[in-house]
């Protein structure tokens, strides 16, 4: 177990997946499904109410009863058995929902922390938490989360919009601009602190439930900017948000002042954020460097736009079209919709090495295809292969064609080290980032993982 003293996870102590609760799930189901258990009674019934004699009056006729009887009893309970799982190979997950956390004499345990150490010079069992042979499709932590909270937890399509009086507020100037929403430097007599309003645009309303009830679910969790009041614009009445007004300098202007420190104490907060969210059933979906706020003042560290974050559930298929390109994970760009939280970590992995090799982007692709030979030409083509056939997923004739096209082998990390940014990219924080930027989003590292990296030792206790 990790060292982390950050104690959020629910130490995955769930002994049996629980694939059964979400309403819109487009897993396979378990094939000992209703109808099965309808049949079985039925055929239980029917041999008991079967009288051997009944078949022939002979010695012969009643001995063949009897033998068919039995045979049909033997074959029934085989059945029976099987699909329940107690007869072994009929039920493939048996090895991962039978064990509380990860069994770590397993071959698929040591296989897979072998995938993930393979480049590591740090110790290995340092810091692995997750669940270590999930099924294909399911994520390493957190993944019943939303399946144990009430529907109202997580069911944000059926919340209703209560909105606060707005006369309190006095609205300033603009601070900030997004796709879906204007910012708003604001004061209320309330609070002895500025604030600011998200103004949505028009039309948004759908989307706003969503934010509104991750943002309550997150609300005081470390970093995660509070929401404050839910209120309607004075002008034109359209939905608002309001939250603690951030003094914070751009990212462009700040982050290459950054020493190694700096970057440190960043990426271990956004952590913090990461592994709260994803500890409450929520991925972020967004993150990159518009989407943090650093307090000028007091340099604290906020997860702001909660706007595409989702809840995750098992099976359930996301939306693809979610984050930033540059920061848009494999999974995304080869269209594979049943990701998880470890989308958040592949976005966290570009931020990093974007700071620790000084490039303002680190994968820039002119589109999405684009983003994902960028990616390719870093990471290799024969991983992302391996990881398309390890996960079955179907290709678009125009993603099929790019990876039979390109040829790129892995890059090692230390060509991207210059006189520049040397005394960034250490040892350990390049070998964090290669833990972060892996094609298989199971072996990349969760965030409790991350924030237990020796990366963050000068920083963790701080
Ligand atoms: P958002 O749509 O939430 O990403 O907000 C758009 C922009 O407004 C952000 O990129 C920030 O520049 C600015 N902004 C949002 N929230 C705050 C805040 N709490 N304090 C200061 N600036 C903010």
Same mark, same amino acid.
């Given at each position: 177990m990790s060292s982390s003293p950050y104690n959020y996870s629910e130490k995955y102590s769930?002994?049996?997946?629980?694939?059964?609760?979400?309403?819109?799930?487009?897993?396979?189901?378990?094939?000992?499904?209703?109808?099965?258990?309808?049949?079985c009674k039925k055929a239980i019934i029917w041999i008991f109410s079967l009288k051997p004699r009944s078949l022939s009056r002979s010695t012969f006729g009643v001995a063949f009863g009897y033998f068919f009887y039995i045979f049909k009893f033997i074959c029934l309970m085989y059945f029976i058995f099987s699909k329940l799982g107690f007869l072994g190979s009929s039920n493939k997950n048996k090895a991962a929902t039978s064990n509380i956390g990860p069994n770590r004499e397993s071959p698929e345990y040591k296989n897979i922390v072998q995938k993930i150490f393979t480049t590591s010079a740090i110790p290995q069992d340092s810091y692995l938490t997750g669940e270590i042979n999930?099924?294909?499709?399911?994520?390493?932590?957190?993944a019943h989360v939303n399946e144990k909270m009430p529907r109202e937890y997580w069911d944000w399509e059926n919340t209703t919009l209560q909105f606060s009086d707005n006369s309190k507020y006095i609205v300033d100037e603009e601070v900030g601009r997004g796709k879906f929403s204007n910012v708003y430097k604001c004061k209320s007599p309330e609070y002895d602190f500025p604030l600011?309003?998200?103004?949505?645009?028009?039309?948004?309303? $759908?989307? *706003?439930?969503?934010?509104?009830l991750i943002l309550k679910n997150l609300k005081g969790g470390p970093n995660i900017i509070p929401l404050i009041d839910v209120i309607k614009d004075q002008e034109e009445g359209n939905p608002t948000l309001v939250f603690p007004y951030i003094d914070n300098n751009h990212w462009k202007k700040e982050y290459p002042t950054f020493d190694i420190h700096q970057i440190k104490k960043l990426i271990f907060e956004l952590l913090k954020a990461l592994q709260y969210c994803h500890s $409450?059933? *929520?991925m972020h979906r967004d993150v990159k460097p518009h989407n943090v706020c650093i307090d000028k003042n007091t340099r604290e560290v906020w997860l702001i736009d909660w706007g595409l974050a989702d809840f995750y559930h098992v099976g359930v298929k996301n939306n693809v079209r979610v984050a930033s390109r540059y920061y848009k994970a494999p999974e995304q760009l080869v269209n594979y919709q049943l990701y998880d939280y470890s989308l958040d970590m592949w976005s966290l992995g570009v931020v990093l090495a974007g700071l620790i090799f000084r490039k303002e982007f680190f994968f820039k692709g002119d589109s999405d295809e684009d983003q994902l030979v960028k990616i390719m030409s870093v990471l290799g083509t024969d991983d992302l292969r391996d990881y398309i056939k390890d996960y079955e997923i179907n290709l678009s004739l125009d993603i099929k064609?790019?990876?039979?096209?390109?040829?790129?082998e892995k890059l090692d990390w230390s060509i991207f080290i210059n006189e520049e940014n040397k005394r960034l990219a250490t040892k350990e924080a390049v070998d964090l980032v290669d833990h972060l930027l892996r094609y298989d989003h199971q072996t990349r590292l969760t965030a409790e993982e991350a924030m237990a990296h020796p990366f963050f030792d000068e920083v963790r206790n701080l």
């Amino acid at each position: 177990m990790s060292s982390s003293p950050y104690n959020y996870s629910e130490k995955y102590s769930l002994p049996e997946y629980n694939y059964k609760s979400h309403p819109k799930a487009s897993y396979e189901k378990n094939s000992f499904s209703i109808a099965s258990l309808h049949f079985c009674k039925k055929a239980i019934i029917w041999i008991f109410s079967l009288k051997p004699r009944s078949l022939s009056r002979s010695t012969f006729g009643v001995a063949f009863g009897y033998f068919f009887y039995i045979f049909k009893f033997i074959c029934l309970m085989y059945f029976i058995f099987s699909k329940l799982g107690f007869l072994g190979s009929s039920n493939k997950n048996k090895a991962a929902t039978s064990n509380i956390g990860p069994n770590r004499e397993s071959p698929e345990y040591k296989n897979i922390v072998q995938k993930i150490f393979t480049t590591s010079a740090i110790p290995q069992d340092s810091y692995l938490t997750g669940e270590i042979n999930p099924p294909r499709n399911m994520s390493r932590v957190f993944a019943h989360v939303n399946e144990k909270m009430p529907r109202e937890y997580w069911d944000w399509e059926n919340t209703t919009l209560q909105f606060s009086d707005n006369s309190k507020y006095i609205v300033d100037e603009e601070v900030g601009r997004g796709k879906f929403s204007n910012v708003y430097k604001c004061k209320s007599p309330e609070y002895d602190f500025p604030l600011v309003m998200k103004v949505f645009k028009p039309e948004r309303t $759908k989307r *706003i439930r969503r934010e509104i009830l991750i943002l309550k679910n997150l609300k005081g969790g470390p970093n995660i900017i509070p929401l404050i009041d839910v209120i309607k614009d004075q002008e034109e009445g359209n939905p608002t948000l309001v939250f603690p007004y951030i003094d914070n300098n751009h990212w462009k202007k700040e982050y290459p002042t950054f020493d190694i420190h700096q970057i440190k104490k960043l990426i271990f907060e956004l952590l913090k954020a990461l592994q709260y969210c994803h500890s $409450k059933g *929520i991925m972020h979906r967004d993150v990159k460097p518009h989407n943090v706020c650093i307090d000028k003042n007091t340099r604290e560290v906020w997860l702001i736009d909660w706007g595409l974050a989702d809840f995750y559930h098992v099976g359930v298929k996301n939306n693809v079209r979610v984050a930033s390109r540059y920061y848009k994970a494999p999974e995304q760009l080869v269209n594979y919709q049943l990701y998880d939280y470890s989308l958040d970590m592949w976005s966290l992995g570009v931020v990093l090495a974007g700071l620790i090799f000084r490039k303002e982007f680190f994968f820039k692709g002119d589109s999405d295809e684009d983003q994902l030979v960028k990616i390719m030409s870093v990471l290799g083509t024969d991983d992302l292969r391996d990881y398309i056939k390890d996960y079955e997923i179907n290709l678009s004739l125009d993603i099929k064609k790019i990876i039979e096209d390109y040829e790129f082998e892995k890059l090692d990390w230390s060509i991207f080290i210059n006189e520049e940014n040397k005394r960034l990219a250490t040892k350990e924080a390049v070998d964090l980032v290669d833990h972060l930027l892996r094609y298989d989003h199971q072996t990349r590292l969760t965030a409790e993982e991350a924030m237990a990296h020796p990366f963050f030792d000068e920083v963790r206790n701080l």
